[in-house]
């Protein structure tokens, strides 16, 4: 029974992959179907977050398969209160990458507690890793998402849904909601407009896909380590 279980997901997965313009034997990415039961469930099962990508374009196919996926995502009473701006034109992402930049240089801390043994005002240090961490501009693609208030969780179910689909067709991907600081920012109006947001939604995070850098050390791992499962699951029998 589990055997046909894994063959059946399997075939789903392929399916959802193979949609709309063309076949995935059209694509520049190994075709989804000649990969076995356990690959195909394994990419699912531990999609990594991305740390550093190449530059390198992705092709029309299968940008609108990975755009589909979420547009065809799980919505409550299927009201799919989403949008989505895909940027591929390297200039605005990068005019975005500098006004995140400003931003977050721009950014108030709140006083640090006088018993934390640091002086108060001081910029918390956040946690970095030993590896790179990809921000706005290091990828070719961004998908910027946007949501009616509320509607968060629609939101994140679809961009879960296209960074499955990209890990499929063997690009990498990183999910970031740090953005809304400069969406949300003394320049709403101007980058709202810019990328067509819809009046009555929000930013809520980004998409950003690309191959990974491979030869970059620590690509995809920079992120923390998992908890144990006995930490975030209970079985019911």
């Known amino acids: 029974m589990r055997k046909m279980k894994s063959t059946l997901l399997a075939g789903m997965l392929a399916a959802i992959a193979c949609l709309s313009l063309g076949s995935c034997q059209s694509s520049s990415t190994p075709a989804v179907s000649t990969l076995d039961d356990n690959q195909l469930i394994g990419i699912i099962e531990d999609i990594p977050t991305v740390q550093a990508f190449l530059k390198d374009s992705i092709p029309g196919a299968d940008l609108q398969r990975i755009i589909n996926a979420g547009v065809n995502a799980p919505s409550a009473l299927n009201k799919q209160p ?3 701006t895909v940027i591929t034109h390297s200039g ?10 400003e931003s977050m240089r721009n950014m108030k801390f709140p006083p640090m507690p006088k018993n934390a043994g640091k002086d108060a005002g001081e910029k918390p240090k956040i ?12 990828s070719p693609v961004v998908v910027v998402v946007s949501c009616v208030p509320g509607s968060e969780l629609d939101a994140g179910l679809a961009c879960q849904n296209m960074s499955a689909m990209a890990n499929l067709l063997g690009y990498g991907t990183k999910i970031a909601s740090s953005v809304k600081m400069l969406f949300d920012g003394d ?3 101007e980058y709202y407009a810019m990328l067509q947001v819809p009046e009555d939604q929000s930013v809520v995070m980004v998409l950003m896909i690309g191959k990974t850098n491979t030869e970059v050390y620590d690509a995809m791992t920079s992120a923390t380590p998992r908890k144990p499962e006995s930490q975030v699951v209970t079985l019911l029998r």
């Open 92 to 101: 605005t992402i990068e005019q975005l990458a500098l006004a995140q930049k």
């Open 82 to 84: 989403w949008h989505f």
């Open 187 to 189: 320049r709403k109006d």
């Open 127 to 138: 946690p970095t890793g030993n590896g790179p961490r990809a921000a706005l501009g290091d």
